[in-house]
């Protein structure tokens, strides 16, 4: 059976810590992992908080072996094309 983790998170808006049991553990944009966790507190008018801690590999292997999902988002972000100031204005790169 596998071990819970406990990690200590902190609310960067609100300056407020909290304790979550087996995180979200995502690869960001520049190949670093961190946990990624709603914390448990709204924004001003109603707004969703999310909460980033960088972690190992190990963190991110384990949260792989649990079968928690692992940054579908990030993913989904990767995989789309990238935007340039060319196709903003309509212009072509190609010549």
Do not use: H
């Not at 553990?25 to 909460?51: H, I």
Request: aromatic content about 8%; charged content about 25%.
């Amino acid at each position: 059976m596998a071990e819970s983790e406990t990690v200590s998170m902190t609310c960067m808006t609100t300056k407020n810590k909290f304790d979550v049991e087996n995180p979200t553990v995502v690869v960001l944009a520049n190949g670093r992992y961190a946990y990624r966790v709603d914390c448990p507190w709204e924004g001003k008018n109603g707004k969703k908080l999310t909460a980033f801690k960088f972690c190992s590999q190990a963190a991110y292997q384990r949260s792989v072996a649990r079968g928690s999902p692992e940054g579908e988002e990030e993913d989904d972000l990767a995989e789309a094309p990238a935007i340039n100031s060319a196709d903003i204005r309509g212009e072509s790169l190609v010549n």
